[in-house]
């Protein structure tokens, strides 16, 4: 049981005092039990965020997890990430407990319960955003965050890891501008999200430094799929003066590209010349074989994990937003665009 320190800071004995419940009443709040009416819940809630009550060290029975939350389990870029969060993890002797949240901004209500049950060391979160109600509670029981690449510009006291998106959507649309290219359409991701208006911005910008203007009639927002990417892809290839290169904002988007094109009787690159992002293990095997901007998914996701253990250590994090870099992969994809 949680003692009064030197310091004088709260206990539970406190809290349970001044809340006019047991101890084991607090405990179990704390705990995420179910077994507490909502109204005692917001209670005892409310005076442990009040109080700034902080949770002591984990017991030595206790397993040590990691936990990550994805809005989506099943692609590629995810397995990147939890082969990153694995690999920091296992050496530290922890073990990684994933989370599906079901949406790609904030994990809904019922999570923050399981995870103060499970207790783990820290939560990394993909694409989330996280209400300061959740930020509050996961603080008062010593449970430290992290986001990887979130949706939204990420509040100074959330820790973030993402990658320059801005800078990889400049080195995409300027590989095929020195390509000769002057029509070049874009499929980023969601509309709502960060990382997609950030490589938009970069594509224009590069359009911009050579002369060219953006058309908005080349730009569409898909969902990092490739199902997505090719319903995209066969729009605009359906144009009247059709593009003759199409950055897609992930390599996934890039094969329902691959697949639009030979649907449509193009080659690539001879017809239309085809950039991906991310540079996931299926890029160097398609055909041709894809030139992409490799995001660093499996270090951002390292640097995430890396970074809730120096928390755990109350060690601040330096600096609170985290940005590798990417680079421009050539490979078959992508060469002049045919003569008119």
Not at 100 to 121: F, K, N, T
Not at 268 to 292: C, F, M, N, Q, R
């Amino acid at each position: 049981m949680d003692k009064v320190d030197d310091l004088g800071r709260v206990t539970l004995a406190d809290v349970a005092r001044e809340a006019d419940v047991s101890v084991s009443t607090v405990s179990k709040v704390l705990n995420g039990r179910t077994d507490v009416s909502p109204a005692t819940r917001e209670r005892v809630e409310e005076l442990l965020r009040r109080h700034g009550y902080q949770r002591g060290p984990r017991s030595g029975g206790d397993a040590p997890l990691i936990e990550i939350v994805f809005h989506e389990l099943d692609s590629l870029w995810a397995m990147e990430l939890l082969r990153g969060v694995e690999a920091v993890a296992n050496g530290y002797g922890a073990g990684v407990v994933v989370t599906h949240s079901g949406s790609r901004h904030a994990p809904g209500p019922e999570w923050i319960d399981a995870v103060v049950r499970r207790r783990p060391l820290g939560v990394v979160l993909v694409f989330s955003s996280l209400p300061p109600d959740l930020k509050r509670q996961l603080r008062s029981r010593a449970i430290p965050f992290v986001v990887i690449d979130p949706a939204g510009d990420p509040e100074p006291d959330v820790p973030s890891v993402g990658s320059a998106n801005w800078a990889g959507g400049l080195a995409a649309t300027r590989h095929l501008v020195d390509q000769g290219h002057r029509r070049i359409g874009i499929i980023t991701g969601p509309d709502d999200m960060l990382c997609s208006l950030a490589r938009l911005d970069g594509y224009r910008s590069a359009l911009t430094m050579a002369g060219i203007e953006p058309d908005p009639g080349l730009v569409a927002f898909g969902d990092f799929h490739a199902e997505g990417g090719y319903a995209s892809a066969r729009d605009l290839l359906a144009l009247p003066d059709r593009p003759t290169a199409i950055f897609a904002g992930s390599d996934l988007q890039a094969l329902g590209v691959l697949e639009a094109a030979r649907v449509a009787g193009l080659r690539v690159p001879e017809d239309l010349s085809v950039v991906g992002y991310d540079d996931l293990d299926i890029a160097k095997w398609t055909s041709p074989a894809l030139t992409t901007v490799r995001q660093p998914l499996r270090e951002m996701a390292e640097q995430a994990t890396r970074l809730i253990l120096r928390l755990r250590e109350d060690e601040p994090p330096t600096p609170t937003r985290l940005e590798l870099s990417t680079t421009l992969v050539v490979r078959a994809s992508t060469a002049a665009p045919p003569p008119r």
